[in-house]
């Protein structure tokens, strides 16, 4: 169906529509065309999958969904159709727009590695979001990523929330600061005499930045105002850390880092996300005690060195636990330059997280977890209209993804 | 001859002791996928000896009293899968000392109690040929290896020809992974030009050796390298050849033009640009399809239609794992993606079995379910193409080496605390690995 309809609008008339949205709304999101979806199986994750279903979209907003004969499709409005519709899928944690397609110099954003602690580098400041690959994974059903600073620092700077379209950072940005990343693995360690070169000496360099960062806010907070300190972007930047404004998201995968990732969390009382965590599954009752989400690594992510102990259950392991947990297409240094979040979901949708649960773990879960569940994660009345169309269960293998409509905007139409 | 002889004998108890499986298996009620012919809806495999016995619908089998009966009721058949590129086992190849290292051979280097041969199992492959890196333009003899169970060492695993032969072929590279600073070549122009220049020494020894008819007193002096080469050049050992880019591929059917050897192209992620001349050469693919464009340069172009591209111009197509660069568990992904965007089935059913075995030299032993053919099946939950689906059993030459039941093998199917400890492949000159 979606292949037979009219042209998707060109970049040309896009660019040109968000000049007029731009001008009319401050907010910078954008008006768009008004459409209806009408599925076989409409996944709302709001409660049970309705048959014949429909959701309506009007000015970019979901403004009615239910089944087709009950909800009336206003006159005019775009039509599009599919055996499966979904909400919008949500990628976790993601580097794209900021690991680049052709894996060269010039477009890798996403470390610096002039030191290891540098928590001030903000994600706006270098996600690219004309990047390829951007277009490749929302041509799967993407439409949020959360992206940003990869992990392999002891703190490698600032992530974003954005959606995968948009010609400009501020276009397609939907939260500006994220999650600070942090890492607890091999790739932080240096070698020779620098540091840290030790998993203790992580610890206690981590320990000791968010000691200053504290010391920094309760100066600013409670010094005379000619004794205040001048600006240190980094400290700012943890301070946000330590007043729970900004997640300290540690990536980690063996069970010793993840309890050191939580020895953290208590000390300093901090909002955490854990990241990567492929021996989770060996700490379900203290993660859970912790209250902290797993952003879980890709399920397909390479079983080496660290890593080497992934399993393809973990998911379903941690979710059947109770704790809250998403999945990512993660950081790739090399071939494929990206994994695809629904393929990641879709392995472990057959590996005890099923279907129910895998769909959840990339849409609404991943929504609450980052704390964008009012806009985006499931197919509800005033939510953004970002959907996503299949021909077929999204995670067969050899089912195509037909359509992709963010706020109400067709942005991709099966083409590829 | 002697040490010929010694060797046979060698072989003969090696197999002896691994596929020494006398009893009669009959797997009833199956669905099973032939590859060789239609798929039967309802048929019965019987296996003796490593071998299959016979191979039809329920009602064409008849199923000798003394034989073990395994319902396989609701389940799918199909012969083990063949991956046509692997890096598994802890492999190191050529080093870093030059360009072209014919003398050196992968299986030297291979452990086989490698959790990766556990993983592959998992995954229902049975035979793979695996390879050296391609930071070279050659970097090595490669082997045919069949994963029988209870290898103690890589001769366990060899696959032999008529004369007794270890098969394996040649690993070859052009593009960027070849190029490096001297001794490496700097450009593709001087790759090509290396290669040439190695391969005439090669004609130069063979001449040599023809010329002097047995004579060992005009016989040139040994040289392991050029001897690889030799038999390359006479088409007992096919080259491997790793190449993305369009050009590179054009490249590859040059060279095989001027110096007639037997060539399968690997990766070939811009094989689609040039596929009528890939299969005007009558060239066969080894395509990897991977979840993204990009990573390199010379894969910005990759596409998942390369398979049904390359089959509709006519060519031979199979697809590898490149594991690590892919899971061996999860090789049923790549031909069911490559289906998603326009193969046909029965291409992609093909190319990780029978398609695998013709590119090896191996399609009168595997590849198919026939008689006469090695026992090496796969007992599968449900349809091929699903994600769904899970190997239940893989066998090899008629022995059980992985049960999903068991839970030691369970463990290497889905991983978890102790699936891990495999060895790491050795890449020359490479910061994150190969492909």
Not at chain 1, 276 to 300: F, N, R
Not at chain 1, 313 to 322: D, K, P
Request: aromatic share 6%; net charge negative.
């Amino acid at each position: 169906m979606m292949r037979m309809m009219g042209r998707v609008m060109g970049r040309q008339s896009w660019t040109l529509s968000l000049c007029i949205s731009g001008f009319l709304l401050s907010s910078g999101s954008v008006v768009s065309g008004q459409v209806a979806i009408k599925g076989r199986q409409v996944h709302t994750m709001e409660g049970a999958v309705i048959e014949n279903g429909v959701v309506v979209i009007r000015d970019g907003k979901i403004s009615a969904v239910g089944r087709a004969d009950r909800v009336q499709i206003p006159a005019g409005f775009r039509v599009l159709e599919a055996s499966v519709v979904t909400p919008g899928l949500i990628d976790a944690h993601s580097t794209v727009g900021f690991s680049g397609i052709f894996n060269h110099q010039h477009d890798q954003d996403q470390l610096e590695r002039s030191a290891p602690v540098q928590p001030q580098l903000r994600a706006i400041d270098a996600y690219n979001p004309r990047e390829k690959l951007i277009d490749w994974v929302r041509s799967f059903g993407v439409t949020t990523l959360h992206t940003g600073h990869a992990p392999g620092e002891l703190i490698s700077g600032q992530t974003m929330v954005v959606k995968t379209r948009g010609d400009t950072v501020s276009e397609a940005v939907m939260v500006e600061a994220m999650a600070v990343a942090a890492t607890l693995s091999q790739s932080a360690r240096k070698s020779k005499d620098k540091s840290p070169g030790s998993r203790g000496k992580m610890m206690a360099m981590l320990r000791a930045e968010l000691i200053k960062a504290g010391e920094y806010l309760e100066k600013i907070e409670n010094a005379e105002e000619d004794k205040k300190p001048s600006r240190d972007l980094k400290l700012e930047s943890l301070g946000r850390v330590l007043r729970q404004e900004a997640p300290l998201m540690v990536t980690a995968y063996r069970a010793q880092d993840i309890a050191s990732a939580l020895r953290l969390g208590r000390e300093f009382d901090l909002r955490l996300w854990l990241d990567g965590a492929s021996e989770s599954y060996l700490l379900i009752d203290e993660i859970k005690a912790a209250g902290v989400p797993v952003i879980l690594h890709p399920t397909m992510m390479r079983s080496v060195r660290e890593q080497e102990n992934a399993s393809f259950e973990t998911a379903g392991i941690l979710r059947a636990a109770g704790i809250p947990v998403t999945l990512q297409s993660g950081y790739e240094s090399y071939v494929p330059k990206t994994r695809v979040v629904l393929f990641e979901a879709g392995i472990a949708a057959a590996n005890g997280l099923g279907f129910e649960g895998a769909l959840s773990v990339i849409t609404i879960d991943a929504a609450q977890i980052l704390g964008i569940g009012d806009r985006v994660g499931s197919l509800a009345v005033g939510k953004d209209g970002d959907v996503a169309l299949y021909d077929g269960d999204p995670f067969e293998y050899t089912t195509h993804c037909i359509g992709v409509v963010i706020e109400g905007e067709i942005v991709y139409d099966g083409s590829r | 001859m002697k040490i010929v002889l010694t060797l046979g004998i060698a072989w003969v108890s090696i197999c002896g002791t691994l596929y020494a499986q006398s009893q009669t298996h009959a797997f009833l009620n199956a669905r099973i996928i032939p590859i060789s012919g239609d798929d039967i809806e309802r048929g019965t495999l019987l296996v003796r000896d490593g071998k299959i016995v016979a191979v039809g619908g329920s009602d064409g089998v008849d199923v000798p009293a003394e034989a073990v009966r395994v319902d396989a009721r609701g389940k799918t058949i199909m012969p083990g899968l063949i991956c046509t590129h692997s890096h598994l086992g802890g492999i190191g190849g050529a080093d870093g000392s030059a360009p072209i290292q014919p003398d050196v051979r992968v299986y030297d280097s291979i452990n086989v109690h490698d959790s990766g041969f556990k993983r592959a199992w998992a995954g229902g492959l049975t035979t793979l040929n695996i390879m050296p890196g391609s930071g070279h333009l050659l970097s090595g003899q490669t082997v045919y290896v069949k994963l029988r169970g209870g290898a103690r060492q890589i001769e366990d695993f060899f696959l032999r020809d008529a004369e007794g032969r270890v098969m394996g072929g040649m690993k070859m590279a052009n593009g960027t992974n070849s190029m490096r600073k001297s001794p490496f070549p700097g450009t593709r122009g001087k790759s090509a030009a290396l290669v040439r220049e190695r391969y005439i020494k090669a004609q130069e020894y063979r001449d040599k050796i023809v010329r002097a008819d047995g004579d060992p007193e005009k016989m040139p002096e040994r040289d392991i390298g050029l001897e690889g080469l030799v038999e390359v050049l006479e088409g007992t050992r096919v080259v491997h050849y790793h190449t993305h880019r369009h050009d590179d591929i054009m490249t590859i059917l040059r060279l095989r033009e001027e110096f007639g050897f037997r060539v399968v192209l690997h990766h070939v992620s811009e094989g689609w640009k040039v596929a009528e001349e890939i299969a005007k050469a009558g060239v066969p693919c080894s395509v990897i399809l991977v979840d993204s464009p990009g990573g390199k340069l010379e894969a910005v172009n990759l596409v998942y239609k390369t398979g049904g591209v390359l089959e509709r111009a006519g060519v031979q197509v199979a697809f590898h794992t490149d594991d690590w660069i892919t899971d061996s568990r999860l090789f049923f992904r790549m031909p069911a993606l490559a289906v998603r965007a326009g193969m046909s089935r029965a291409a992609g059913l093909r190319s990780v079995t029978l398609a695998g075995a013709e590119m090896l030299d191996l399609s009168d032993r595997i590849g198919s379910l026939e008689v006469g053919k090695d026992a090496d099946f796969i007992l599968l939950s449900g349809d091929p193409f699903s994600v769904y689906t899970k190997v239940l059993e893989t066998w090899v030459e008629g022995e059980k080496v992985f049960d999903r039941s068991d839970a030691k093998d369970r463990l290497y199917a889905v991983g978890g605390y102790g699936a891990g400890a495999d060895s790491e492949p050795y890449f020359c000159c490479f910061d994150d690995g190969e492909n």
